[in-house]
């Protein structure tokens, strides 16, 4: 077939499948007058490399992904090279969201010492001493003790929950995809110039939520290397209070939002009372193709549990 049919089932433009030429993505055969001549081969190498293209893959690293078609695999991407190239253009958008966010804590910054200014209020950021009371743990902090309340979940089906998250999107657990999902549940996170619950430092596993989220976010690049598709933090707490707490502490992933505590009545989770509120135990799950492959019960230290998930995952490669 000529050049403009090609571009033409493929949904591309002549000058495109030039340029794909000239890298040497595709080579037409030649007819006897020296025209190029396209075949269906290369109509599915053009398309593939348009789709690749539209997921933020560069033309020129579509390569591994073409080479692996004229291996005869059926998939472009059942080949090591073609995942290799998937993780580099995760961790090439990891970096830009981390980047981006950075960039929004800095303006949502800004924002608070303009609308505070003169007004006698002291911004959340000028908060230091606060803040840092979150991030330090007591060196006396009980220890949680394991009372089996969570080994019934590995092999448990994700519920059907639909679940708000920061972003403003509905999550739902059981569609979550054959890619590893890290959700770290946990009690509730403390707020500057919000007192927590009485005795709440003397309750196993209930202080050290602000540092645990601190870990996953700076390990968050590490875990989607080692294989973590997503990761969501998740709480009873409503989606404006952990909005506020993604944007204070530049978290590169969004919060889930469980009033209801829908999932712990769904999968039988361990909660606690205080204040007469009811509130998840802190544990973490690992999801894949809507089942609970693994579960992390109890977590203790908080601020070491990224790191414990990371270790996990390489451990345990898919």
């Not at 190498?45 to 789709?51: D, N, P, S």
Request: aromatic share 6%.
């Amino acid at each position: 077939m000529r050049i403009g049919e090609l571009a033409r089932q493929a949904g591309v433009t002549a000058k495109a499948v030039r340029y794909y030429e000239s890298l040497g993505l595709i080579t037409p055969g030649r007819l006897a007058n020296g025209y190029r001549d396209y075949d269906g081969d290369d109509v599915r190498l053009v398309r593939e490399i348009r789709a690749l293209h539209r997921l933020g893959i560069p033309v020129e690293g579509t390569r591994p992904f073409l080479e692996c078609l004229a291996a005869g695999r059926a998939y472009a991407d059942d080949c090591p090279a073609s995942l290799a190239s998937y993780r580099a253009a995760i961790d090439e958008l990891t970096g830009r969201i981390e980047a981006l966010t950075a960039r929004r804590t800095t303006l949502i910054a800004h924002l608070n010492a303009a609308a505070h200014r003169g007004s006698g209020v002291v911004p959340p950021e000028e908060r230091g001493t606060a803040v840092m009371d979150y991030l330090t743990l007591p060196a006396d902090l009980p220890v949680p003790e394991d009372d089996g309340a969570a080994d019934h979940l590995p092999g448990t089906r994700a519920p059907r929950l639909a679940l708000l998250d920061t972003a403003g999107r509905t999550v739902r657990l059981d569609a979550l995809g054959p890619r590893r999902t890290v959700v770290y549940v946990y009690p509730l996170t403390g707020r500057p110039g919000t007192d927590l619950p009485e005795g709440w430092n003397s309750i196993p596993g209930a202080r050290g939520c602000t540092p645990e989220s601190c870990g996953f976010r700076d390990h968050f690049q590490d875990l989607l290397a080692a294989g973590a598709g997503r990761v969501y933090g998740l709480s009873s707490q409503d989606t404006d209070y952990q909005r506020e707490v993604v944007e204070r502490l530049g978290l590169p992933f969004d919060m889930l939002c469980d009033p209801a505590l829908g999932l712990a009545d769904a999968l039988g989770l361990p909660t606690f009372e205080v204040e007469g509120m009811r509130l998840f135990k802190r544990l973490t799950l690992v999801l894949r193709d809507g089942v609970v492959e693994h579960v992390f019960y109890p977590v203790f230290p908080p601020n070491e549990h990224a790191r414990q998930v990371l270790t996990w995952l390489r451990e345990h490669p898919l």
